[in-house]
């Protein structure tokens, strides 16, 4: 099998800088395991892996050890990937997620992306107060 995958710092405009995060554009879904096992050999604190869907991409993130919930600068380094590599000339990208069916949004820009995220109700955390 061969992929292509990109290492993105996200967060700077610097080689070794930021934030690194491993990128891997698929075609369609590979079995959890595979993705898994990518994440774990490329041994980045993240790894996206993103497929074409009908309202733009589904993107999951992995650790070396096991799937989160939210990654936001591996969805920066997507967006980057989706703007400037693949070819995508739309202005806007969104992101379907698998944690609670949020969506992401990302516009393009000049010299950077900005990205709109939903959230979820607040919840209030015990020791904390306002």
């Not at 070794?16 to 994440?39: E, H, Q, R, Y």
Request: charged letters at 20%; proline letters at 4%; a positive charge.
């Amino acid at each position: 099998m061969r992929l292509k995958q990109y290492q993105i710092d996200a967060f700077t405009g610097k080689v070794f800088k930021g934030n690194p995060a491993a990128v891997c554009p698929l075609d369609k879904w590979l079995d959890d395991g595979v993705l898994l096992s990518i994440a774990a050999e490329n041994n980045l604190s993240e790894t996206a892996f993103f497929v074409p869907s009908k309202k733009g991409f589904k993107l999951r993130w992995f650790t070396p050890v096991t799937e989160v919930d939210l990654c936001g600068h591996a969805t920066l380094a997507s967006a980057h990937v989706i703007f400037n590599i693949t070819g995508y000339t739309g202005k806007f990208v969104t992101f379907e997620t698998r944690s609670r069916g949020y969506y992401r949004r990302a516009q393009r820009q000049p010299s950077f992306h900005e990205f709109s995220f939903h959230s979820s109700q607040a919840m209030r955390c015990a020791g904390f107060t306002h």
